[in-house]
């Protein structure tokens, strides 16, 4: 799942979206393990360690995230539904449409 996962963001990474910006992504996915995303000024990493104080934590299935990647899935509808739950910064959860959009 890590190098599937590292081939679809490295696919849909937009590095002028995140110049100037950084932040920490803990991210659970229930089905699988967790990740941590760092993002900063337009670079990011993906690995298999936790933080435990990251900007935002994240928790969703392997095919929701997969789904908001591919732009078939709202980030809003999905925190309503319940499909994804959240810690921090919401700000930051709306900031990786932009980021890996492409």
Do not use: H, V
Not at 19 to 36: K, R, S
């Amino acid at each position: 799942m890590f190098d599937r996962l590292t081939t679809l963001l490295t696919k849909k990474f937009d590095s002028a979206a995140s110049l100037g910006f950084a932040a920490t992504y803990q991210l659970n996915l229930t089905d699988e393990n967790e990740y941590q995303l760092i993002i900063n000024d337009g670079k990011w990493t993906l690995s298999k360690e936790k933080n435990e104080y990251p900007d935002i934590r994240l928790s969703m299935s392997t095919k929701t995230f997969e789904k908001l990647l591919a732009g078939e899935l709202n980030a809003t509808t999905a925190l309503m539904l319940g499909k994804i739950k959240s810690r921090g910064d919401l700000s930051l959860a709306k900031r990786l449409k932009s980021i890996f959009g492409k």
